[in-house]
């Protein structure tokens, strides 16, 4: 059984940086996945790290200000958020993802995940 807790969430002004975290509980590796989703709005692909970690990805509306990494043995995934606006404000799920064909592909595809974690809130007032 995989459960991901995440934590870290929280209200920011705009120019500000949060770091949420996700602790993986089980079987330590996976692809992670970062999505969010804001209210009205579909869930959409925010950043990603390989099975490996050496690959990452990122939407282009956050390239440059987030930095998605993984520590404590690959049991917990972060994802570094900096310069924070207001259109980053959302409900931010972690996701992992079983190993299937490749050690360097980031997934950014909902389907490709098997777990989730439950959401943590993050606004940004401007």
């Known amino acids: 059984q995989v459960h991901l807790v995440e934590s870290g969430g929280g209200l920011v002004q705009a120019g500000g940086s949060l770091r949420v975290s996700c602790e993986v509980a089980?079987?330590?590796?996976?692809?992670m996945g970062w999505f969010r989703q804001a209210p009205g709005k579909e869930r959409e692909f925010v950043a990603g790290?390989?099975?490996?970690?050496?690959?990452?990805d990122y939407a282009d509306s956050v390239n440059g200000r987030f930095t998605v990494l993984r520590e404590n043995g690959n049991r917990t995934a972060y994802v570094e958020m900096n310069r924070l606006k207001p259109e980053d404000t959302a409900v931010y799920y972690c996701?992992?993802?079983?190993?299937?064909?490749?050690?360097?592909?980031?997934?950014?595809?909902?389907?490709?995940?098997?777990?989730w974690g439950q959401g943590t809130q993050v606004t940004v007032s401007s």
């Open positions: 790290l390989s099975w490996s970690a050496e690959y990452k």
């Open positions: 996701a992992a993802a079983e190993f299937k064909n490749s050690y360097s592909e980031v997934y950014k595809n909902r389907d490709d995940f098997d777990y």
């Open positions: 089980g079987p330590s590796f996976y692809a």
